[in-house]
Each structure stands twice: as structure tokens, then as C-alpha cells.
């Protein structure tokens, strides 16, 4: 590459919003469909897998000056396996019930393209600090993903946040949103809005993007 | 008669009622990524149903005879070494790096046997061949299988597993295959500009798995009209 | 160097380059693989590490969910002195039934877990029985994934308790109106599949299992305090 390798910040900005995991990269796309029809799974997810993430690149990184080219992709499956089946087993001792209800999502992290692919294009080669901002940023992007998502469908399907009422109890609720169809109509149309607003923001920047979306509430 | 009947109701639940792409929600991937031409599409669909049935075929033997708690043969093993036969030993935590292992190694002699013997089907696959080992649809196969290797009195057998694992590849083909279809008559379409690509596939993708809501509740049609049938 | 990479899945192109079988000397792979066998080595020593601490607590887990029901299903019955039993039923097939004792010894009832098909998915279940398996006394849904606020309702307490005091000895029958009969059980509105999944659960499990467990009371030594069962 000609530019310069992103620094620890930009990489640990750089997973938050402009390279999103969900909305910008499409990666991870199985368990953000499945676990988010209520908030309190998705963010169970969210934290099982900024575990795995983070305690892969920071192994990873560790041994980088090991890896053999044609091997390294063993090691990194090794890793990543070796730690979601210790989330596992944490989620199973100690809120049994919310692992109940992820169910196989918390080994299907295992396959979840993001992490594999963080490990191949950062940790690999990275130092240890630098990998560890670019896994926390990308963790909370995929949070941040998790949660837009999860609200939206739990808001309206259940008139719940968290589980705690929010809309009055007339609220008839939208069962579609807590069932497959409502997951992937939600995200599509998210992905839509994304797409619109990094593309207006691309466009004519930030603040006048805001201030366009401002006017319009008249 | 009655594991024939359980056969069909397993196989019919993975491909259609319970199907793996618009019911649980693996194999998303590919799905958005490689559904832009039918036959593509459909390709990939056998693939992934051929290696999903190979890797459940592996894996329930292994979970079986060694992983699951209380399997035989770590126990005949740990005798054979001269140990307390009475000990309990549990080596399901091993489970998930097994199966990945397997998946990864199918996929691996799939890609050699297809470069060898089918070298325009290989070369039109492209790099989305050694892609399915992430597909979750394949680990998801295996961690059914392994669901119903827990209870020592309710065990799976082979030929259940093999059922799960051809239906839901089987099914993931029909929605690929469906999904692309729709997509080619939707490239013609005038899609807003932020929905185009993956957007406008999830809100299809959505429709669809509304349409296979249909199939909610058809077991025990099924299961009645088969008993009938074989009687 | 392939610069058509994607810009989904960045990554692919690498990872084309590393699996797609370049020749490499096989002398070579055992040395080189001496980082692989390693990581196994010690991931398999965490992995056992972590099995051997939390093996335990999620066992006990398993076991309180359907424990720490039992006392809201027969009352009176102390779930740290619950008895497992293992019963064949008359289809052939061993089921494990729980036998509920009270806090002083005596024998209070019984709680059979069930399971079977419902509208969308299976559903499990646990049937409480008094002492002579004459009665339900309550149920309870272990787990089920029937269509969220209609079909899940089946979890409420207002239709659990629907099945308080019917007689265990012949089928309960779902009715969409007052129910006459003491074998009758008003369904869910909206629901009725799910509901009659529940019961014909209910009555399956009971035709299978309700003698076998009377057989089998029968004929192991009475418990303390238990001198009044009755074969009614």
C-alpha cells in the first residue's frame, strides 16, 4: 500500500461508522438477524463476541511472527474456536437462560466472517496495540449494528425495550418484527438508510447532511 | 414405518417448514453474495448440500462414538490404558474445533475432487468454493446433529442426521435458487439508488421468508398423510 | 497480485492464495506444523481447564430448571428431596419421571416431563400429578417457539391452570366454549392448535407413562409417611 498502515485510533474509529461491520462491510450477517428480535439477546451477543474478537487479535498478534502463509488460516480457526467455546460455556453457567435462548448462534461466531477476516488483515501483521483498538472498534460497531436493529424490531413488535415497557400497553404489537421476516425487512431497509446516509455524507459532508435531514421535520 | 414417516417429517422440516436460510437464518452470506445468476446459484446450492450431508455424515460418527457424554470410546480407550472404568469422561468441549475442522478438511477435498474432474465447474465457482467452510449453514448442520446427541434416550441415528443435513441443504438450494431468480428479473427493475444490491435482496428475502411462514403447522398434515399413504 | 478483490469479503483473495493447494514438500508440513500441534496442545489444556471449573454449574443448571419447578407443581413438595426415576413406558421407551417429597419424607406427587410436536415446533412440558396419579395438578412449559402472542400464551398461568384438578385417568378434551365435562379444558383464543398440541401432549404422555409409574411405586419399598396411597 502506498498510504501509510492506519494508526491504532483510526482503526478503532474506523470500526464504529465508516467501516461498520454490518452496515458497510456485510459481514456477520447470521447472527444479526437471528438474536436481534429483542434487545437483551442481541447485546448478549454483542459482548460473546467483542470477547471472541478481541481475545483472537490479541492472541493472534501475539504470535504473528510465527505464522506459516499456508497454515495461518488453521491457526486462526484454532483460536477463534477454541475461544467462543469458552463463551460458551461461561454463557451456560452463568445466565443459562439467555444462552438457552441464543441457542447455536454462539458457536455459529466461529464462522462469522468478521472475526476471520480481522484476524487476516490486522492481527496477522500488526502489532499488539494496534490490533486490540481495531478489534474494540469493530466490536462496538457490530454492537452498535446489534442494537439499531434489535430496538427497531423489539420497539415494534413488543412495545418492550429491554424488556421494560416503552409504548403503552394498547400497543398491539407487530409480531412479524420478532419473527424471520421482520429481521431481514428491518435490515434491508437499515441498510438502505445507511447507504443513503454515507452516500449524502460523501457527497455534501456531515454537518450539511445533518442540517438537510433537520429541514425536513417541517 | 414409523422411522420412514420421522425420516420424511425431519427432511421436509429442514428443507421447507424450519428452512435453514428464511426460518434460522444461516448461510446469509452466500445468499446475498451469490445469488445473482440461477445457475450459479444453483451450483453453489449443490455444493453446499453435498458438503452439508459429508460433514453431518463425519460429525455424527464422531460425536457419537467419542464426543457426546457417555460415548463408548473414550471410556474403551481410557480401560485399554488401564484406568477406573467407572469414570465419566466428557470430551464434548471439544466439540465445536472438531466439527470445524472436519467442515474446513471437506470443503478442502470437495475443492481438490472438483478441480480435477470438473475443471469449467470449478473455475466458474471461482473463490466462493473454499467460502463454504464459513457458510453457517454447514457448522449449523452439525450443531443440530449434535443437539440431538445429548439425551442418551432420545439418540439420533445416522440416517436422521444425513436426513437433516440433505434437507437443509436441499432447502437452502430451492431458496438460493428462488432468491436468484428474483434478483435477475430485479436487475431489470428500477430500485432506489441506497437499496440497490444487498438492501433490495434482504426486503426480498423478507417477502419470501413470509411466503415459507406458510409452511408452519404442515408437520402433522404431513405426518398423517404419510402414515395413510404407507399403510 | 488479484486488485478485482471485493469489496465484500476482502479478505478472499489471500485466502484463495493460501488453501488452494500450492505445492509445498511434505517433509516440510510436520516441521512447519509444530505451531498447530502446540496451539492444540495448550487450547486443549484451556479448553479441559475450563470444563472441569464450570461443568459443574452448568449441570446444576440443567437440573434446577426443571427443579425448581416442582414445588410450584405439586405443592407442598421440597425440591432438594426430589427422587429421579427411570420408568419404560408402555411404547417401549425409558423416560425419566420425578418423584416429589414433601419436606418432612412424605410422598407428595409426582412430575413427568413430556414432549411432543405443536403448531410451529416442540414443545416440552412438565405434568404435575398427585400421589395416586389420579389429578393434574399443574403444568408447566419447559420450552416452546409457537407464533409469539398467539400461540406462546401457552405459557401463561391463566391457561396452565386450566389443567389444575383434571382427572389424569382419561384424555383431556380442548373446547372452545365453558367446559361441562371435568375432562374438558377451555383453549386459547386464537390459539387452538397450540392448545390442542398441549393437551393431546398431556394425554399421550399419561397413556404411556401413568401405569408404569404406578407399577414401578408399587413395587419399590413405600417411602416414610406413605402408607395411605391408594390404587384408585
Given at each position: 500500500m502506498a498510504r501509510e498502515d492506519p494508526t491504532a485510533l483510526e482503526r478503532f474509529i474506523n470500526g464504529v461508522l465508516p467501516e461498520n461491520p454490518v452496515y458497510r462491510q456485510l459481514l456477520g450477517m447470521c447472527p444479526v438477524l437471528a438474536v436481534t428480535s429483542a434487545m437483551k439477546p442481541a447485546m448478549t451477543m454483542a459482548g460473546a463476541t467483542a470477547f471472541v474478537l478481541i481475545c483472537a487479535n490479541l492472541v493472534i498478534s501475539l504470535m504473528r511472527k510465527l505464522l506459516k502463509p499456508h497454515l495461518r488460516i488453521l491457526v486462526f480457526t484454532l483460536t477463534i474456536a477454541t475461544f467462543v467455546t469458552i463463551a460458551d460455556k461461561f454463557l451456560a453457567a452463568y445466565v443459562y437462560e439467555m444462552s438457552k435462548q441464543l441457542g447455536p448462534y454462539v458457536p455459529l461466531i466461529i464462522v462469522n466472517c468478521l472475526i476471520i477476516s480481522r484476524c487476516e488483515i490486522c492481527a496477522s501483521k500488526q502489532s499488539v496495540g494496534v490490533a486490540a483498538a481495531d478489534a474494540v472498534g469493530m466490536s462496538l460497531g457490530f454492537a452498535l449494528a446489534l442494537a439499531t436493529i434489535a430496538t427497531v424490531r423489539e420497539i415494534l413488535g413488543a412495545g418492550t425495550w429491554f424488556g421494560l415497557h416503552v409504548l403503552p400497553e394498547s400497543w398491539p404489537g407487530w409480531g412479524i418484527m420478532v419473527l424471520p421476516p421482520g429481521a431481514f425487512l428491518t435490515l434491508g431497509l437499515l441498510l438502505g438508510i445507511a447507504e443513503w446516509v454515507s452516500r449524502t455524507q460523501a457527497r455534501t459532508g456531515l454537518w450539511r447532511t445533518a442540517r438537510m435531514l433537520w429541514s425536513w421535520r417541517r | 414405518m414409523e422411522t420412514l414417516t420421522s425420516l420424511i417429517l425431519i427432511f421436509i422440516g429442514a428443507a421447507l417448514i424450519n428452512n435453514f436460510v428464511l426460518h434460522y437464518f444461516v448461510g446469509i452470506c452466500p445468499f446475498l453474495g451469490v445469488s445473482r445468476r440461477v445457475d450459479t446459484a444453483f451450483g453453489m446450492g449443490c455444493a453446499v448440500t453435498f458438503v452439508i450431508s459429508i460433514s453431518a455424515l463425519l460429525n455424527w460418527t464422531l460425536t457419537y462414538f467419542v464426543l457426546r457424554p457417555g460415548a463408548p470410546l473414550p471410556v474403551w480407550v481410557w480401560q485399554l490404558a488401564g484406568g477406573d472404568p467407572a469414570t465419566q469422561i466428557d470430551l464434548s468441549v471439544l466439540s465445536y474445533i472438531v466439527y470445524i475442522f472436519v467442515i474446513a478438511s471437506s470443503v478442502q477435498f470437495v475443492e481438490m475432487y472438483v478441480r480435477k474432474f470438473f475443471p469449467p465447474l470449478y473455475r466458474s465457482f471461482g473463490v466462493y468454493l473454499p467460502l463454504i467452510t464459513t457458510n453457517c449453514a454447514i457448522l449449523f448442520g452439525s450443531l443440530e446433529v449434535m443437539k440431538h446427541l445429548q439425551d442418551p434416550t432420545k439418540l439420533w441415528g445416522l440416517h436422521e442426521a444425513l436426513a437433516l443435513a440433505a434437507g437443509g441443504g436441499i432447502g437452502f438450494t430451492i431458496a438460493i435458487s428462488l432468491m436468484a431468480g428474483i434478483r435477475e428479473e430485479l436487475d431489470l427493475a428500477d430500485v432506489p439508488a441506497p437499496l440497490k444490491g444487498a438492501g433490495i435482496a434482504l426486503i426480498v428475502a423478507g417477502i419470501m421468508a413470509m411466503g415459507f411462514m406458510g409452511f408452519t403447522g404442515v408437520e402433522k398434515g404431513v405426518a398423517g398423510a404419510i402414515s395413510t399413504l404407507l399403510r | 497480485m488479484d486488485n478485482s478483490e471485493a469489496r465484500r469479503g476482502p479478505d478472499s483473495g489471500e485466502r484463495l492464495r493460501g488453501t488452494m493447494g500450492d505445492t509445498h514438500p511434505k517433509s516440510g508440513y510436520l516441521r512447519q506444523a509444530w505451531l498447530v500441534i502446540l496451539l492444540a496442545l495448550v487450547y486443549g489444556g484451556a479448553l479441559a481447564g475450563v470444563q472441569s471449573t464450570?461443568?459443574?454449574?452448568?449441570?446444576?443448571?440443567?437440573?434446577?430448571?426443571?427443579?425448581?419447578?416442582?414445588?410450584?407443581?405439586?405443592?407442598?413438595?421440597?425440591?432438594?428431596?426430589?427422587?429421579?426415576?427411570?420408568?419404560?413406558?408402555?411404547?417401549?421407551?425409558?423416560?425419566?419421571?420425578?418423584?416429589?417429597?414433601?419436606?418432612?419424607?412424605?410422598?407428595?406427587?409426582?412430575?413427568?416431563?413430556?414432549?411432543?410436536?405443536?403448531?410451529?415446533?416442540?414443545?416440552?412440558?412438565?405434568?404435575?400429578?398427585?400421589?395416586?396419579?389420579?389429578?393434574?395438578?399443574?403444568?408447566y412449559v419447559l420450552d416452546q417457539k409457537e407464533t409469539p402472542a398467539l400461540g406462546d400464551r401457552i405459557t401463561e398461568a391463566t391457561f396452565r391452570d386450566r389443567f389444575r384438578g383434571k382427572p389424569a385417568d382419561r384424555p383431556t378434551v380442548m373446547v372452545k366454549s365453558e367446559p361441562e365435562a371435568d375432562n374438558e379444558v377451555r383453549a386459547l383464543t386464537g390459539a387452538t392448535i397450540s392448545s390442542e398440541s398441549v393437551s393431546a401432549i398431556v394425554n399421550e404422555t399419561l397413556a404411556n407413562l401413568r401405569e408404569p409409574i404406578r407399577q414401578t411405586s408399587q413395587g419399590s419399598a413405600p417411602a416414610a409417611g406413605d402408607s395411605g396411597d391408594t390404587t384408585g
Open positions: - | - | 464450570l461443568s459443574g454449574k452448568i449441570a446444576e443448571n440443567k437440573k434446577d430448571e426443571t427443579y425448581s419447578v416442582i414445588p410450584s407443581l405439586v405443592s407442598g413438595a421440597d425440591e432438594a428431596k426430589t427422587v429421579e426415576l427411570v420408568v419404560e413406558g408402555k411404547n417401549g421407551k425409558e423416560a425419566r419421571v420425578y418423584k416429589a417429597i414433601g419436606a418432612d419424607g412424605s410422598h407428595k406427587g409426582w412430575v413427568v416431563p413430556a414432549g411432543g410436536q405443536g403448531f410451529a415446533d416442540r414443545i416440552e412440558l412438565l405434568i404435575g400429578l398427585d400421589r395416586s396419579l389420579a389429578t393434574l395438578t399443574g403444568l
